[in-house]
Nanobody, 124 residues
């Protein structure tokens, strides 16, 4: 129900845009998040967009470089990643959940639906 795409191999300083296409019961009312997992590390929160896109939150490590947005007509969420760094290398996952009112958007346990992940590799 969540299909992530757009990953690839880029150089430091480059940009990349990830997409996450939602289907089935996942609607525009769901909060949609991006998480990432680097080799040997736990999965971590990257960004979340809530409701129609008016509310967004970011991890401190990506704030100012990454932008999350959503196109409700296409039921798709995007993660625009600029000024990429080698430490951004990870598998990126999109996630969805209908309970935006619960808060704790940074916790992966708050999300019921997960995509398959897309690899982002940033070379120095």
């Amino acid at each position: 129900q969540l299909q992530a795409s757009g990953g690839g191999l880029v150089q430091a300083g480059d940009s990349l845009r990830l997409s996450c296409a939602a289907s089935g019961r996942i609607s525009s009312s769901y909060r949609m998040g991006w998480f990432r997992q680097a080799p040997g590390k736990e999965r971590e929160f990257v960004a979340v967009v809530i409701w129609s896109g008016d509310i967004t939150y970011y991890a401190g490590s990506v704030k100012g470089r990454f932008t999350i947005s959503r196109d409700n007509a296409k039921n798709t969420v995007y993660l625009q990643m600029n000024s990429l760094k080698p430490e951004d290398t990870a598998v990126y996952y999109c996630a969805a959940d209908p309970r935006a009112y619960r808060g704790n958007h940074h916790r992966e346990t708050e999300y019921d639906y997960w995509g398959q992940g897309t690899q982002v590799t940033v070379s120095s």
